[in-house]
C-alpha cells in the first residue's frame, strides 16, 4: 500500500464513519447501510471474479449461508444485541473452510464451466432453502430475534458493522494485490497454463482467494439477516444478489481496488429509486437487465480502467 | 420393483424433453463457445406463448408449437444480433455468459409483468389420461411430448447432417478459423446457431407447459438442470447432450420415488461435481473439442 493509498483508505472511512452522527433523516442512512453492504459484497467478488479472474455466479448462497447461521443462531435472543456481530467471524471462518472442498472441484475448471459449477451451486442452495423446513424454515422463512438497540440511533450498529466488512474486504483486497498471492493471482488471470508452467501454486492462490471472498460475503449476509430481521429463501439466496455483486465489480471496474465500491455508489442509489419511482418488482427486474446489457455492451471494462486507459 | 420401472418409465419420457432443450443449449456452445444462461428463460417464454395461445384462441399445445417455433428462432436470432454480436472484448466467453443472464432476467421481468408471478399451467383435457400397460401407467401427454422431442431431435439432427447450413455450423463447431478460410460468414452461423437453439427451447417449452405448473421464475430451476446435462453430455456435443438427458432424467426420477423429489434436484448437483472431478470433459469428452 502506498502513502497515498493509505491517506485515500483513511479519509473515505472516516468520512463514511462521520456521515450517520450529521445526516438526519433515517432513510439516508438505511440507503447507506445497503450502499456499503454492496460495496462489500463487490469487493469481495472482485476477488475471485476479478483478481482471479474466476466468473463465480454463485456468491448469493455464500451470503445466504450467513444470514440463515445468525437467523439459526438468534432466533430468540440477541443478548445486548452485539452477540449476532461478535459471532460474524466464526461465521466467516466456517463458511471460508465449508466451501473449500466446492472450491477444489469447481476451480480445476475453467471460465464457462466455472460459472457453470458456481451458479448450480446457487441454485441448489436455494432449492435446498425452501425444502429443508426443519433448518430453514422453508418459505415460511426465519424471523431474527430483534435488536434491543434505542429507535433513534437504531441503524447505526449495523451501519458501522457493514462499513467494518467493506474495510476488511478492501484490506484483505490490498493485503493480498500487493503480497506474492497478488503476483500469482494476475499471472492466473492473464494465462493459468504458463502461470502453472512455471510454477506458480494456481491451485493454492486460486482457493485462498475463493475462501476469503466466500467468508466476507457470509459475513455481510449475516449483518443484513439481523437488519433485516426476517429472511426467506428467496431474498436471502437471491440470483440479484449474485448479479448486483458481478454488476457492481463491472461497472466500476474488476481487478481494481476502488472500483467495485464505485460501481456499488452508482447503481445502489440508482436501484432504490427506480424501485421507488416504478414501485412494481417487476419493471426492476427489466431496469436491471436493461442496465446489465448496457454496461456489458457500452462498458466492458468499466469506469476506471477506461478512465486510466484514457489518460 | 413395480415403484422402479414406474420411475424409469417417467424418467425416460421427462428425459426425451430435456434432450430436446439441452440440445440446442449445447448446440449454442458448440458454434458460438457460449453458455446461454437464457435457455430456461426461452423454455418458459415458450410455455407462457403456448398458455395465451390455448386460452385465447384454442390452439392446441402441439399445434402451437407450430407458432412458438419460428417465433423463438427469430427472438434467437435477434437477441443474438442485438447483444452477443456487439461484444469485442477480450474476455468474449465471460461476458456473454453474463450477457445471456441479463437476457434471462429480462425476459422473466417481461413475463412477471405481462401475467405476474402466479403459477401456471396448460390443461387442453387430455393432460391426466393415461394407459395401463402390464400394470404400469404411461402418461397420454408424456408419451406424446416424448414423441414430439425424438421428432424435433430428427429434425434438428437432418438440418445438421443434410443441408447447407448444417454442414456450415459443424464446420464452425470443429474449426472456426478454417470454416471463416473456406468462406463460412461465422457471424451469419452464429446467429443462426443461435435461432436453432432457441427454437428448440421453443418446441419443448410448448410442452413443458403440459407437464409441470410454471411462473416466470421457472428458469432458474430449468436452467441448473440443462446446465448439468450439458456439461455430463460434453459440451458442444448434441448426441451426448441426449444420451445426458437420458441418465438424469431416469437418475433423478427413481431417486425421487425411491428417496423424495428434494433429493432429485439435489442428484443434479452431485453428478455435475462427480463429472467434474472424474472426466471433466463428460461422457463423449473425447470428441468434446468440437465434435457433434
New interface residues.
Partial sequence: MTPAGAVRGAAFFGALCVVPLLVGPQWVLNLLIFTVMYAGLASAWNLVGGYAGYPSLGHAAFFGFGAYAVAIIFENDVGDGYAPFRTLPIIGLVVAVAVLPVAWIAMRTRADVFAIVTITLLFIAQTLAFNLRSVTGGAQGRSIAPAPFPVETYDRPFYYAMLALLALAMLLSVAIRDSKAGLSLAAVRSDEDKAHGVGVHVTGVKLLVFAVSAGITAMIGGVWAYYVGFIYPQFAIDPLVTIGMVLMCFLGGRATLWGPVLGAAILVPAQQFLAYRLGASQLYLLGYAAVFLIIMVLLPRGILPTLRRAR | MQLAAQAIILGVLTGGVYALMASGQTLI?GVM?V?N?AQGAFVVLSAYLTFSLFTGFGVDPFLAILITTPAMFGLGVAVHWL?LR??K?E?V???S???T???A??V???L??AYETTYRSVQPGYENRSWTVAGLQISEVRLYAFGLSAVMLAALYLILERTRLGMAIRATVQNPTSARLLGVSSERVAALGFGLGAATAAAAGSVYGLLYPFNP?SH??L??RL??I??LGG?GSVGGAVVAAMIMGVGSSIVAALASP?WS??T??VV??AV??IR?RGLFGARARGAL
Avoid: C, N, W
Wanted: no cysteine; glycine share 8%.
Fill in positions: 456452445f463457445k453458455v444462461l447483444v456487439p461484444l472484448h474476455d466467453g465471460q461476458l455468459l453474463l450477457v443472464f441479463a437476457v432476467l429480462g422473466e421481468g417481461v412477471a409483468l421464475g432458474y430451476d436452467i441448473s446446465l448439468t450439458v456439461v459440451m428434494i434436484d439435489f443434479f448437483f455435475l461435481l467434474l472431478l471433466p
